[in-house]
């Protein structure tokens, strides 16, 4: 059983940084697609990105946001930067073992955190 556990998420002003990370079961990282998602209220699910393989991201975050990875601690990081009001949501992490056709689709993944809130006061 994979398990996936989001931290770090906070209030912040427009224009700062938070780093959440997303502990996980020991053996996944580097073998399973990892994703981002985010969750604000009213909204449907969306990517923010994923790591299989090599990173990508949504073009809503490229440039801020950055995933990065520690298997030595079985963790991986969404370092987030220049936060914009519109970056408020609940963010989650996932991951799938399967063949990745999809990575930018929730139903890629098979197994998800809790997710942590990220609230950006303008």
């Known amino acids: 059983q994979v398990q996936l556990v989001e931290s770090g998420g906070g209030l912040v002003q427009a224009g700062g940084s938070l780093r959440l990370s997303c502990a996980v079961s020991?053996?996944?990282?580097?073998?399973?697609?990892m994703g981002w998602f985010r969750q604000a209220p009213g909204k449907e699910r969306e990517w923010v990105g994923t790591?299989?393989?090599?990173?990508s991201y949504s073009e809503s975050v490229r440039g801020r946001f950055t995933i990065s990875r520690d298997d030595m601690k079985n963790t991986m990081y969404l370092q987030m930067n220049s936060l914009k009001p519109e970056d408020t949501a609940i963010y989650y992490c996932?991951?799938?073992?399967?063949?990745?056709?999809?990575?930018?689709?929730?139903?890629?993944?098979?197994?998800w955190g809790r997710g942590t809130q990220v609230t950006v006061s303008g």
């Open positions: 790591w299989y393989f090599s990173k």
């Open positions: 996932a991951a799938s073992g399967r063949v990745q056709t999809a990575p930018m689709s929730p139903q890629s993944y098979d197994y």
């Open positions: 020991e053996g996944v990282l580097g073998v399973y697609a």
